[in-house]
């Protein structure tokens, strides 16, 4: 069972993944959030897969049920992205354990954040690049948090033309 007592037991690459995920925080791939770990960490994809599966074993991380998505996803700019996978991949996501993710969350240091936050708008954005629109609130939120106001100003306004 997943605890923060737990976490500071974790090992790097673990803490790490588990720290990329609470940026993301609902709604991420394995793919996304391994795109934003450091090389050293996601060079054996392996060890990062068996790692994934052990946070989602210990309640860490939680598969979604896209059966149980609804229209008030479409109006949350953080489930934007699930909607998006939703209508146009068949794509296995995962959210953060709800009662754990802001805990962990805040032990992540604030350049870090400003860090993980830029990585998940560019690997949103160079991942899903053909067909932005949809996630332009989601990549507004990514590039506030990083601190880029021009991005960010950038996709409020493409958002809406």
């Known amino acids: 069972m997943a605890t923060m007592e737990g976490f500071s037991s974790l090992d790097e690459l673990n803490s790490e993944l588990l720290k990329v995920c609470s ?20 060079k054996e994809k392996s060890l990062v897969k068996a790692a ?3 946070l989602v ?16 996803w479409t109006f949350d700019r953080q489930n934007s992205f699930i909607c998006y996978l939703k ?5 296995s996501t995962s959210s953060f354990a709800p009662a754990l993710v802001n805990e962990v969350y805040a032990k992540v240091s604030d350049s870090q954040k ?40 950038k996709m409020v306004s493409l958002s809406l033309s």
């Open 52 to 54: 994934w599966e052990a």
């Open 23 to 42: 940026v993301y925080q609902r709604h991420f791939t394995f793919g996304t959030c391994c795109n934003n770990l450091p090389f050293k960490l996601k």
């Open 87 to 91: 209508e146009n991949e068949d794509k």
């Open 57 to 72: 074993a210990s309640g860490w991380i939680i598969q979604d049920d896209h059966a149980a998505a609804n229209v008030a």
């Open 114 to 153: 400003l860090d993980l936050h830029a990585q998940a708008a560019g690997t949103i954005y160079e991942t899903y690049e053909d067909d932005l629109s949809p996630l332009f609130p989601l990549l507004e939120y990514h590039y506030n948090k990083a601190g880029d106001a021009e991005e960010e100003i």
